[in-house]
């Protein structure tokens, strides 16, 4: 996936110049910038990111992360954690209110992710008894919460 992009970007990086590209990216427009699976301490806010492109789910890096994805495969555990890695992704655009950064979605095992992480945040939703509306409206709040 990384040489299809990398065909078109001014930049590539990995975990180990990660660091340098994202000072980079916060001193001035480079143009396009790939950012190889990794989003743990990215900080692009303002200026340094108005476009981002997720491609694909993010993979597991290590030997543990990787043990863990196929052990729990299926698993709901395991679609919360993609979905997690998913939402993380998007979040290194908009760091603060003043922020804002479209995001493109791209993959079809990317849209499958989403739409799993969905369907099994509903599933875990139980509805409360209730005859009023204020207990429709809390079990609507929690299958909010469960999403995140």
Not at 72 to 95: H, N, T, W, Y
Not at 113 to 123: E, F, G, P, Q, V
Request: aromatic fraction near 4%; hydrophobic fraction near 40%; proline fraction near 3%.
């Amino acid at each position: 996936m990384i040489e299809k992009w990398a065909a078109y970007a001014n930049r590539v990086h990995y975990v180990g110049t990660m660091e340098a590209g994202v000072a980079e990216l916060k001193a001035g427009h480079i143009g396009l910038v790939v950012l190889v699976n990794k989003y743990d301490g990215v900080d692009l806010a303002g200026k340094a990111c108005e476009l981002l492109i997720l491609d694909g789910v993010p993979r597991p890096l290590d030997a543990v992360e990787q043990r863990e994805s196929v052990a729990l495969s299926d698993s709901p555990a395991r679609l919360a954690r993609e979905f997690q890695r998913i939402e993380q992704g998007m979040g290194r655009g908009v760091r603060d209110t003043d922020d804002y950064c479209a995001v493109l979605l791209l993959g079809a095992d990317l849209g499958i992710a989403t739409y799993d992480a969905l369907i099994s945040a509903c599933s875990l939703r139980q509805p409360e008894p209730s005859s009023t509306s204020a207990g429709t409206s809390r079990t609507r709040s929690r299958a909010r919460v469960s999403m995140r």
